[in-house]
């Protein structure tokens, strides 16, 4: 599908942290993740690498740190939202 | 059985299924609302006897040139109805909206110029609209879905407690519905039933019926072949008075559990 998953890397793993990404914006200090559906987040991070085929994007990250845009979504409870999280 | 979504080959008749069953569903007290997310044809509410197309909810995030924008300001428009938690049908403003006779229409998007790209988008709202839509206790949605099984890969059948794959007597419509019924299976769908359409004779319907069962798909029922239903597509016009508006009746009696009304 054109919209992405996007990976995290660390320590060698890839974890997923977003689906339907539709926009990836460079913002200070970081990438703007903006899914079709409204969610973003911002990750300290760069792309490591971009997969068109399979719809996949894979950064590699030092923090991230969220914001909702003005939309309400639920509080994610695995950390994912705690900038210490990756 | 409240959000069903209707598959099958290109010119099987899902839309001619669809109709019927929202008619039927409509006559045993439902209030049925259609989703339109066929981005390529553009009739059905010609098939549901409703007077205009309701506008896209694509249009609700400005549409694919414009949606970006919308994420990217924070506006007032982004905080669109379709991003609440649970969307009721009446959520939508009314140009969204068409209604007649307790059955309602909306459609997700249609692909309207060349070179405008794919239908990605609107696989990701169809499949996120049909996840939040709240329905009453009274409802039932039917999706009527784009040809194929490019939807399954966008992962749209993972906001439907059902498919009904609808099989017309052919070589590769028997191996889509065992595709169909195969993807159900991945995504553990409460239900996936095929429903025999454009059966010529009973002798046909028997084959069909021993070849899907042999294929490990239940059969939900049979529309016969009826002149009644050529005519009205030929015409495009809803259905009257046609054998296949009895034939469906089998099919409501399974989705209703045995029974005879939505109530």
């Known amino acids: ?86 | 059985m409240k959000k069903i979504a209707i598959c099958g080959k290109g010119g099987s008749g899902k839309s001619t299924v669809v109709a019927l069953l929202a008619g039927g569903l409509r006559d045993r007290g439902c209030r049925v609302l259609v989703v339109d997310s066929d981005e390529s044809n553009p009739g059905i509410y010609r098939m549901l006897g409703l007077e205009k197309r309701p506008e896209p909810l694509l249009e609700l995030v400005g549409g694919k040139k414009k949606v970006s924008q919308t994420f990217s300001e924070s506006s007032e428009s982004s905080k669109s109805v379709l991003m609440q938690e649970k969307i009721r049908t009446s959520d939508l403003p009314s140009q969204y909206v068409v209604e007649k006779d307790r059955i309602r229409l909306v459609c997700i998007g249609k692909i309207l110029q060349s070179l405008e790209g794919c239908a990605c988008p609107m696989g990701v709202l169809n499949r996120e609209f049909l996840k939040r839509l709240s329905l009453g206790e009274d409802e039932v949605a039917l999706v009527d879905m784009e040809a194929g099984i490019e939807h399954f890969g966008r992962g749209v059948e993972t906001s439907v407690d059902s498919v009904l794959a609808v099989t017309e007597p052919s070589f590769d419509s028997l191996e889509l519905a065992e595709k169909i019924n195969s993807l159900a299976t991945e995504v553990e769908m409460k239900s996936a039933w095929a429903i025999l359409n454009k059966v010529a004779s009973e002798e046909i319907a028997l084959r069909l019926r021993e070849e899907l069962e042999g294929r490990g798909i239940p059969v939900i029922g049979s529309i016969g072949y009826d002149p009644e239903v050529f005519q009205a597509g030929l015409e495009g016009r809803p259905i009257h008075n046609s054998e296949a508006e009895r034939d469906i009746e089998e099919v409501l009696n399974q989705l209703l559990r045995g029974g005879r009304s939505c109530a």
């Open chain 1, 1 to 86: 599908m054109c919209l992405a998953t996007v990976y995290v890397e660390k320590d060698g793993q890839q974890e997923e942290v977003m689906r339907d990404v539709a926009w990836i914006r460079p913002q200070s200090g970081g990438l703007q993740l903006i899914s079709f559906m409204g969610e973003s987040r911002l990750f300290q991070a760069e792309v490591k690498s971009i997969d068109l085929v399979n719809g996949s994007i894979v950064l590699a990250s030092m923090t991230t740190n969220s914001s909702q845009n003005g939309i309400q979504l639920e509080e994610e409870s695995d950390g994912r939202n705690d900038p210490s999280y990756i």
